[in-house]
């Protein structure tokens, strides 16, 4: 599957923003999908992930109550709103999908988007 993120950019500390991800090129509602970002000097990290159906979520401790996570299959699109947003969220957010159909908690994230850039000036 291919995935391509956008949304990035620049907002104050407090704001909100959404990043969208399209997927092609195999059934995209099959497959769990999530979110994760890399901060500079950092590790990539776990955001939030959604089933297949976009019934089931999980969100990382440090985002929840203020992203959410979200799917429409018809579309093959996955987005991820963003509010209260802070300094420390700064980060290249990458959208993945699950190597593995069918499966939650996801199995694999095997396949990944280029990232975009989410900067959250104090």
């Known amino acids: 599957v291919q995935l391509q993120a956008s949304g990035g950019g620049l907002v104050q500390a407090g704001g909100s923003l959404g990043l969208s991800c399209a997927a092609s090129g195999r059934t995209f509602s099959n497959y769990a999908m999530g979110w994760f970002r890399q901060a500079p000097g950092k590790e990539r990290e776990f955001v939030l992930s959604?089933?297949?159906?976009?019934?089931?979520?999980s969100i990382a401790d440090s985002v929840k109550g203020r992203f959410t996570i979200s799917r429409d299959n018809a579309k093959k699109m996955v987005y991820l709103q963003m509010n209260s947003l802070k300094p420390e969220d700064t980060a290249v957010y990458y959208c993945?999908?699950?190597?593995?159909?069918?499966?939650?908690?996801?199995?694999?994230?095997?396949?990944w988007g280029q990232g975009t850039q989410v900067t959250v000036s104090s």
């Open positions: 959604i089933s297949s159906s976009g019934s089931l979520t």
């Open positions: 993945a999908a699950d190597r593995y159909a069918g499966y939650w908690p996801p199995r694999d994230f095997g396949s």
